[in-house]
Nanobody, 123 residues
Framework: VQLQASGGGLVQAGGSLRLSCAAS????????MGWFRQAPGKEREFVSSISRSGGGRYYSDSVKGRFTISRDNAKNTVYLQMNSLKPEDTAVYYC?????????????????WGQGTQVTISS
C-alpha cells in the first residue's frame, strides 16, 4: 500500500492541525493504521493508532487527550486531529500501515510507511 501524508505546517502553541494520510494500492480496511513522529536527534516514536474497523484507538501518554485519530475506510484515509499543540510536538509525522494487525507502541508491526509531513509549533 502507498501512503501519502499531508496537513503539516507551522502553527503557534495552543493551535490545531489536522493531518491526513491517503492510502492507495490495496484494500485499506485490511490495515491497522498509525502515526509516528520523529524530532531532530531523536528516535521515531509512536503517537497513535487505530484498528481496521476504527473501533480501537490508542495514544501515547504525551498526546492523550489532545490528539484524536480517526479513519474513513470509504475514502481510504486516516486522520490525526491535533489540538492544544505544544512546541515539543514539533517533529516530522509519519503515517504507517500494518497488514491485518494493530500498530501499538513501536514500529515492529509496521509494514508500510508514508513519506512524512513536517509539523512545527512555535512558542
Amino acid at each position: 500500500v502507498q501512503l501519502q501524508a499531508s496537513g503539516g505546517g507551522l502553527v503557534q502553541a495552543g493551535g490545531s492541525l489536522r493531518l491526513s494520510c491517503a492510502a492507495s494500492g490495496r484494500t485499506f480496511s485490511n490495515y491497522g493504521m498509525g502515526w509516528f513522529r520523529q524530532a531532530p536527534g531523536k528516535e521515531r516514536e509512536f503517537v497513535s493508532s487505530i484498528s481496521r474497523s476504527g473501533g480501537g484507538r490508542y495514544y501515547s501518554d504525551s498526546v492523550k487527550g489532545r490528539f484524536t485519530i480517526s479513519r474513513d475506510n470509504a475514502k481510504n484515509t486516516v486522520y490525526l486531529q491535533m489540538n492544544s499543540l505544544k512546541p515539543e510536538d514539533t517533529a516530522v509525522y509519519y503515517c504507517a500501515a500494518g497488514y491485518q494487525r494493530l500498530i501499538l507502541g513501536g514500529p515492529s508491526n509496521v509494514d508500510f510507511w508514508g513519506q512524512g509531513t513536517q509539523v512545527t509549533i512555535s512558542s
